[in-house]
């Protein structure tokens, strides 16, 4: 099989003050620039294949947008949105994309559907190879030691013809939000700093990939992270004085640097094992599983939300309004359409949901397929709502209920999906892997 692969960089940086999303808080307009945020492109083709992945720095966008976006890219290159993988870097620090009027969207957008045609425009052979670097960059911030994923997956890509190093592609896991609730500037935090690094070290292209960060917070922040992440709806002038704001951003500078130096020296420890190999198996495909959302007694919500405002000053009152309407309708739950997507390529593959997924499941996965290449992440073509697994939804707390009082809007849900979700989910995506690979088997 010789596949083709074409690649392409596009700045989609606000060209003008944009409304920033991560951080619910009181003024979420940013106030200049710290790091450009980028989304690059990766094109892929066979005889029998056509394939794109996407990754973007953003908190990301509504799945409701990114299917809007797969859509596009898919008519550019003449193939199903299916065949087409978003994945979103979880900034913390870049504008909101689904304001109602869609303009920093349709910007990103624009960029994105010419950074395809670019990629298309530049194709060339390639070999490529698997690795596993690690590199402890998260920490479990529900307290559970044992779910964090040290994995840093590394896809190297070459010339065939040249074996002129092209791309790398990584898969890192911890949250993109190095830079707290006091940071104004947009940035794509340690995603950003980390490519420049390994660009200006390997002279080639580098993409990186979310990991199921929803309970993995990063290892470096500034001392007062944890605080600022609980009270980030607080005005400014309560969360500490303002000639201490210079010292920690200087915190949050150092941190990103740290972060990008951890991963970068996972790769240096492994890339020169990883010889590029000609390609044998390209895929990329989906499946869709229904799940549910039960909608909480008027007395549980009302106990949600004075829990969310006592322990975050978060307001639910827009949360309690809509969890009465669907009482007045008479709903007692919701449904939600997950889609699982993968992208595999030789021996290794990514896959993933839209959702926050908690860190648990991805080693779930690893697991119970048997395989560490087989890696899971949430925030793929969009991010939806936290996803827990049954042990961290009986804790409940901001990832499992009171962040839906602040995003359930987004996600057309309030509530987590139920408490056996994770666990469901997770020998659904194995199941699929296997059915993949016995497919495959079959029709050699």
Request: glycine share 6%.
């Amino acid at each position: 099989m010789i596949v083709y692969m074409g690649c392409a960089c596009a700045d989609i940086t606000p060209e003008e003050q944009a409304e920033m999303i991560g951080f619910a808080k009181p003024d979420n307009l940013s106030k200049g620039i710290l790091h450009p945020l980028e989304a690059q492109v990766m094109v892929l083709k066979s005889t029998e294949e056509t394939c794109c992945l996407v990754t973007i720095d953003s908190l990301g966008f509504t799945t409701e947008l990114s299917d809007l976006l797969r859509q596009k890219i898919g008519e550019t290159l003449r193939t199903s949105p299916e065949k087409v993988m978003l994945c979103f870097s979880h900034t913390h620090s870049a504008p909101n994309a689904g304001t109602d009027d869609r303009i920093y969207y349709q910007f990103a957008r624009d960029r994105i559907l010419n950074a395809v045609s670019e990629a298309v425009s530049a194709m060339n052979p390639i070999e490529a190879a698997w690795g596993l670097g690690l590199s402890q960059i998260g920490v479990n911030r529900r307290g559970d030691t044992a779910s964090v994923d040290n994995r840093i997956g590394i896809l190297k890509v070459a010339d065939s013809y040249s074996g002129t190093l092209k791309l790398l592609l990584l898969r890192v896991t911890a949250h993109a939000n190095v830079l707290s609730s006091d940071n104004d500037f947009i940035s794509a935090d340690y995603f950003g700093v980390t490519r420049t690094l390994l660009k200006e070290k390997y002279g080639c292209e580098v993409m990186m990939t979310q990991g199921a960060a929803g309970d993995i917070r990063p290892k470096y922040q500034q001392d007062n992270a944890e605080f600022l992440e609980i009270h980030a709806w607080e005005e400014p002038h309560k969360k500490y004085a303002e000639n201490e704001k210079e010292k920690y951003f200087d915190q949050s500078k150092a941190a990103l640097s740290k972060m990008a130096d951890a991963i970068c020296s996972a790769v240096d420890s492994i890339i020169d094992e990883m010889i590029p190999q000609p390609i044998t198996r390209l895929a990329m495909f989906s499946m869709h599983r229904s799940f549910a959302a039960d909608v909480p007694s008027l007395k549980r919500a009302a106990e949600i939300a004075q829990e969310a405002a006592q322990m975050a000053g978060i307001d639910g009152t827009g949360w309690l309004e809509e969890v009465k309407r669907l009482h007045r309708l008479h709903i007692k739950e919701q449904l939600a359409d997950i889609e699982v997507q993968y992208f595999c390529i030789n021996d290794g593959c990514l896959c993933g949901v839209a959702n926050e997924a908690m860190c648990r499941i991805a080693l779930d996965v690893m697991e119970q397929a048997g395989n560490p290449l087989l890696l899971f992440g949430g925030y793929t073509n969009g991010c939806s709502s936290y996803l827990p697994t049954a042990a961290e939804y009986d804790k409940g707390g901001y990832e499992v209920l009171w962040s839906n009082l602040v995003y359930y809007a987004y996600h057309s849900r309030v509530m987590p999906l139920n408490r056996d979700t994770a666990d469901r989910l997770a020998a659904d995506i194995v199941q699929g892997w296997k059915l993949f690979l016995d497919k495959e088997e079959k029709g050699k």
